[in-house]
Nanobody, 127 residues
Framework: QVQLVESGGGSVQAGGSLRLSCAAS????????MAWFRQAPGQEREGVAY???????TYADSVKGRFAISKDNAKDTLYLQMNSLKPEDTAMYYC?????????????????????WGQGTQVAVSS
């Protein structure tokens, strides 16, 4: 079965960096859309970064220039490098895979039965 396991979260001061990882299994990792979402307390889940099967990337305006999504198809692992972190980046971060799409991933609604989620990893940024 499809499994997504995030790691790398933690507490950091503003201006610091973290790298999140997501180990995927149970499907052909390289073929499909992958993404990072986040959800802060009392707020809706929002898409942070998306990566197509061909490696094309798209970012939310709030993280553009600070975050970088990447993947290692040989290791079936998705990454999110987060630099210049701000207190407003504090949230639970989730890895997601959409096994129904491979391109233009940022246009997907990410609500279909083909979407799978990890359990999340907490990121806390203090000022």
């Amino acid at each position: 079965q499809v499994q997504l396991v995030e790691s790398g979260g933690g507490s950091v001061q503003a201006g610091g960096s973290l790298r999140l990882s997501c180990a995927a299994s149970g499907y052909t990792f390289s073929h499909y859309c992958m993404a990072w979402f986040r959800q802060a307390p009392g707020q809706e889940r929002e898409g942070v970064a998306y990566i197509d099967s061909d490696g094309s990337t798209t970012y939310a305006d709030s993280v553009k220039g600070r975050f970088a999504i990447s993947k290692d198809n040989a290791k079936d692992t998705l990454y999110l490098q987060m630099n210049s972190l701000k207190p407003e980046d504090t949230a639970m971060y989730y890895c997601a895979a959409d096994l129904g799409k491979s391109s233009r991933c940022h246009e997907r609604l990410w609500i279909f039965s083909t979407v799978f989620w990890g359990q999340g990893t907490q990121v806390a940024v203090s000022s």
